[in-house]
């Protein structure tokens, strides 16, 4: 028995064997890979929920059995990690749980010993699930053979199960079936068994429509085949358990107002579940496309609160700020109430992770009186999971877009598309081009799911999707939505959050009912500038559920500095950027995935051989914004290099840098040492420096400058051409912060060093 942490992919089963690629972006789960790399000898376990449905799923939900996979590669880029995983062997779970102040999840597992196989038992087993397998590669339309390469190369029956089970088109439930079961001969009749189906499906589904196309018409084959049937149960005396069942499904599609040839091909189909065997291994297959397609919302319209002042009202009573986004929903419920014709608008929330994205999303289906339901297709790369799998394969089913629908249970739900500029496209497909026709109002009318077969209108979805960069957005998606970007909070916004939003529900749900235990406004300042770092407030939320439950536990009655630190431990964020001005040291902002940031730059010369050293995970643009920087100042301030080795540094090495806004304060800092004179440490700096001088645009200067007023920075030197952009930064940064517009270096250098 030993202990490991825990990685949980919801839409994703490893198996022993297989490898796999993935971006992460969740704080947990980086959490979780980076304790298993220093601590656990780069091993974690991962799982699946028991549910593929439920997005927030509890440890019950979690499977007593997982496997263990090993950190082949790790790669930390602005936040999001890149790993390669393979998978190692099965274990059984003991149990879940979490550590004190930690959020990652651990397990307590055992490894599990494979039962004793006897080899003719195996052999033959083996003979014919290989026999099996090529049969269904032959029968089924679009499936590789490149298995059967690696079956007839290995004899070994547990890996190769697991090969055959990672390669064919099984949906997460079913492969999280077949990862639970420990016995390879039990997993390879199984597969023999699904296989089977599947096959004699498809041959049953072919001959019959072969023979029924040849020789009768379409309402002369109904007619005769329910002839024929009746006969033959009058014969054998036999009263069918499905003639409740058909009659049922016949009422629920006399009562769907859908088009003419829709209706027909749902009535044939439930024809020829009326003429099956009950014995026959499509029943069930037919059975479940039947209960999917007659209960879908077809038109089932939930009526939508059409009152700008409740919908303003109920927006604003569940979120600060956000005033952009408030006033284009309540104007939208606004026009809708005068044109109910006109189509919903797709907005795209833009923003750093935990500034609200997701709960506004839910608000406004809550304000507007919808249905909620949440896709998330960060990492997604198989088109099938939005649009469903064809019939004709194994353990098909619908995409996420009717199963939310059907979830619902109604036709104009609020769809949140989660992480659009996650997506991967690859040899399964394009999901980006898939979601393109889902969201694109000339096309979702007859949206089409592969699974139902049939045209379902999407017109009266309201899509919102949310993304963390606008430039990894697919640009034609981008170009079908309205961007509205939600921009990392100052100390202030995060003050007035945490003390009107989030602490009367924290303190109500750990128990917290002492009226005299007050939260001063100093006492918030302090826990959001020691225990945080985040552009949003997913972490103060975590770091006050934390501190309440302590109090609780400790029946703490007075609460100021000192308590919070003896409760929470030392400060984890103390100004690790702050060090003594010295010459060839300057502040630069930049902006990431996670909001701006405030970073160092620091830059030495010793005697050498003209060497340019760059470290601190520097980029390509960054580096050649390095160069430009030097040839600038060889050219306009005659500074010389020449027998002198250069090292450039950014501090924080673990995050990437890149892009050309440092151009500024990389050149202050050559001048910094060349003139032999000090940068003070409240100033920082961005803009784009050409090789003439000229100061050039930047992006993300709200980002910035709030990142800059957060470190308590005084003075900061930006584009003058990026002044137009002022407009959206918060007037209280302003009034606190002296801004120096710039356009040529020449301007800085002046400032600082004449």
């Known amino acids: 028995m030993f202990n490991i942490p825990v990685i949980l992919l919801k839409n994703l089963v490893i198996l022993p064997n297989q490898e796999i690629k993935l971006e992460l972006n969740n704080v947990i789960s980086g959490k979780a890979i980076n304790d298993a790399s220093s601590n656990f000898k780069s091993e974690i376990l991962v799982v699946a929920p028991m549910d593929v449905l439920e997005e927030e799923p509890s440890v019950d939900d979690l499977p007593k059995v997982g496997v263990i996979a090993k950190i082949k590669n790790k790669i930390d880029n602005d936040g999001v990690i890149e790993i390669k995983l393979r998978g190692l062997k099965r274990v059984a779970v003991n149990k879940y749980y979490q550590e004190k102040n930690n959020d990652v999840l651990y397990s307590e597992v055992m490894y599990i010993d494979l039962p004793s196989l006897v080899e003719e038992e195996e052999n033959a087993i083996l003979k014919k699930l290989i026999d099996t397998l090529k049969k269904y590669i032959n029968i089924s339309k679009g499936i590789s053979n490149d298995i059967l390469n690696f079956v007839s190369n290995n004899k070994d029956l547990n890996k190769i199960t697991d090969a055959i089970t990672s390669f064919l088109p099984f949906n997460i439930s079913k492969k999280l079936e077949y990862m639970q079961e420990i016995n390879p001969i039990k997993r390879a009749k199984a597969l023999i068994k699904d296989m089977n189906e599947e096959i004699k499906g498809i041959e049953i589904d072919n001959e019959l429509e072969e023979k029924i196309d040849e020789s009768l018409q379409n309402d002369q084959r109904k007619f005769i085949l329910k002839e024929k049937m009746k006969v033959l149960k009058q014969e054998l005396g036999e009263d069918s358990w499905k003639k409740e069942e058909?009659?049922?499904?016949?009422?629920?599609?006399?009562?769907?107002?859908?088009?003419?040839?829709?209706?027909?091909?749902?009535?044939?189909?439930?024809?020829?579940?009326e003429i099956m065997s009950d014995d026959a291994l499509e029943v069930s297959v037919m059975h479940n496309y039947l209960d999917w397609v007659l209960h879908l919302?077809?038109?089932?319209?939930?009526?939508?609160?059409?009152?700008?002042?409740e919908v303003y009202k109920e927006l604003n009573k569940s979120h600060f700020g956000m005033d952009e986004i408030k006033t284009r929903i309540s104007e939208y419920v606004a026009i809708k109430n005068l044109n109910r014709n006109i189509q919903s608008p797709i907005i795209c929330l833009v923003g750093p992770p935990g500034v609200g994205k997701t709960t506004i999303a839910m608000s406004i289906a809550k304000a507007l009186n919808r249905d909620f339901y949440k896709i998330s297709v960060g990492g997604l790369n198989d088109s099938t999971e939005l649009v469903g799998s064809r019939r004709t394969y194994l353990a098909s089913a619908p995409g996420k877009i009717i199963q939310g629908l059907n979830k619902c249970g109604s036709n104009n739900p609020l769809m949140l598309i989660d992480e659009v500029d996650k997506m991967v496209k690859d040899y399964k497909g394009d999901p980006a081009s898939t979601l393109l026709e889902i969201l694109d109002p000339n096309q979702n009318k007859i949206f089409t799911d592969n699974y139902i077969e049939e045209p379902f209108d999407l017109s009266g979805v309201l899509f919102i999707l949310t993304a963390n960069n606008v430039s990894d957005i697919p640009k034609p998606i981008l170009d079908r939505v309205e961007l509205i970007e939600l921009h990392s909070y100052t100390v202030f916004e995060k003050k007035d959050i945490a003390k009107n939003y989030?602490?009367?529900n924290i303190l109500l749900d750990n128990m917290v009912y002492d009226n005299k235990l007050k939260f001063s406004d100093e006492l918030l300042y302090f826990i959001i500038n020691n225990y945080t770092e985040e552009s949003g407030v997913r972490d103060l939320e975590r770091v006050l559920s934390s501190l309440a439950r302590k109090i609780t536990i400790n029946n703490v009655k007075v609460l100021n500095e000192e308590r919070v630190v003896r409760l929470l431990g030392n400060p984890k964020y103390t100004s690790n950027l702050v060090m003594e001005e010295e010459n060839g040291v300057v502040n630069t902002l930049a902006v990431s995935n996670s909001g701006g940031t405030l970073s160092k730059v620091e830059v030495v010369t010793c005697k050498g051989n003209d060497k340019l050293t760059i470290t601190g995970n520097a980029g390509n643009i960054l580096k050649e914004s390095i160069s430009v920087v030097l040839t600038m100042l060889k050219l306009k301030y005659k500074y010389s290099f020449h027998n002198e080795d250069i090292h450039v540094h950014f501090l924080d090495a673990s995050s990437k840098k890149d892009g050309p806004s440092a151009g500024i304060a990389l050149s202050v800092a050559l001048c910094s040492l060349k003139e032999n004179k000090k940068v003070p440490s409240d100033v920082a700096f961005t803009g784009e420096v050409s090789l003439n001088g000229s100061i050039l645009k930047i992006g993300g200067l709200k980002e910035k400058l709030i990142a800059a007023?957060?470190?308590?920075?005084?003075?900061?030197?930006?584009?003058?051409s990026n002044s137009e952009d002022l407009e959206n930064v918060p007037k209280l940064i302003l009034d606190n912060m002296e801004v120096i517009l710039v356009s040529n270096f020449n301007e800085v250098y002046t400032k600082l060093f004449k």
């Not at 009562?255 to 189909?269: A, G, N, Q, R, Y």
């Not at 308590?712 to 930006?718: E, H, L, P």
Request: charged content about 40%; hydrophobic content about 30%; proline content about 5%.
């Open 297 to 309: 919302p077809w038109n089932k319209t939930r009526k939508e609160n059409a009152n700008f002042d």
């Open 246 to 273: 058909v009659l049922e499904y016949r009422k629920i599609l006399d009562k769907l107002k859908i088009d003419k040839k829709t209706k027909d091909h749902f009535s044939h189909e439930i024809d020829k579940y």
């Open 709 to 720: 007023y957060n470190k308590n920075i005084k003075v900061v030197y930006m584009p003058k």
């Open 502 to 504: 989030m602490l009367p």
